[in-house]
């Protein structure tokens, strides 16, 4: 996640130190709860594979 440009020394976002630790435990308990099935189809163009209308995801509860 973009937390602001330029060198360390200089303009940092106040909550880049504190999401680089939330974001990766979070989507930890995320991926372990919830599973993700992706129905968009990828297509090639610009800078890399891009999806066509957007990324279509259905979100379902795991089963404990």
């Known amino acids: ?3 602001g440009g330029g ?3 200089g303009h940092r ?4 130190a504190p999401i680089q630790t939330t974001m990766p435990l979070f989507l930890a308990w995320f991926t372990r709860g919830y599973h993700l099935a992706f129905l968009s189809s990828v297509k090639g163009g610009g800078i890399g594979p891009l999806p066509g209308g957007g ?3 259905t979100v379902t509860k795991r089963a404990n």
């Open 55 to 57: 990324v279509r995801v």
């Open 1 to 3: 996640m973009p937390q």
């Open 7 to 9: 060198p360390r020394e």
């Open 13 to 16: 976002c106040p909550g880049e």
